[in-house]
């Protein structure tokens, strides 16, 4: 069941969308949906909404919108991990549709931030799981083509390890067939997660500050993130859990 603040956003989110020019299909089609009858033609009334409100459920069936996890993560056989990554995903998916925030930038920050922390515990997870001895990993991070990853003393478990050498060693061994770009969009999350939100708003105005994450931040979308970190979900799990 939504809680009350997302049923307020998702109000919100409705009645914006069937106040923009050319979306008086949306009200229609509510209306058709929830059966609402005797409402002003004109779209968005207060009628309208009244009605809305009264079938909160309806609306969040018709937009396809729910309040659980975007992501199946019931393969990760670790509670503790699973349920991180369930709330990780949740926060995520709470800015999407968090209408306060009118800046943009921040919400896209916040998204992408949400992430990352997905895409790092999943690589932590999949390493974990398939070296369970820290130093077959390290032998297997050493060995990959282009890496410039050397061990030290310093290195005695997982976390020990930068997300940059584990997303350069996942793409290089796991994404070959796909040209490098989930790789690469993996380290542009890991890269604004690092920036913090004041440097990112900057490069996404300023194309010669970082080109690569400035391209990045221009075509990403809310969608476009969350495939990233469902694309690594279903890989991990396929490389883990396929006989």
Known sequence: MATKEQIESLIKLVTEIANQPGNEWVTKSLSESLQIRNHPPAYGGTSLINDIKKDTNKVIELLEISPDCSI????????????????????????????????????????????????????????????????DLLSHLESIEGTHFKRTTTHNNISDITNATKIFSFNRTIYKSNNGSQGFNMDSLRLI???????????????????????????????????IVKNLAEKVNQLLNTK
């Open 72 to 135: 199946d993560y019931s393969f990760i056989n670790h509670k503790l991990l699973r349920t991180r990554l369930e709330l990780d995903n949740l926060r995520m998916e709470n800015v999407r549709y968090d209408l306060k925030e009118k800046d943009h930038m921040k919400r896209l920050y916040d998204f992408s931030v949400n992430a990352f922390y997905q895409i790092e515990n999943l690589l932590n997870y999949y390493y974990f799981e398939k070296f369970p001895k820290i130093e």
């Open 193 to 227: 997660r690092n920036e913090g939100l004041h440097r990112c708003t900057r490069i996404s105005k300023i194309e010669n500050e970082n080109p690569r994450l400035h391209k990045f931040i221009a075509e990403a979308s809310f969608d476009s993130i969350q495939s």
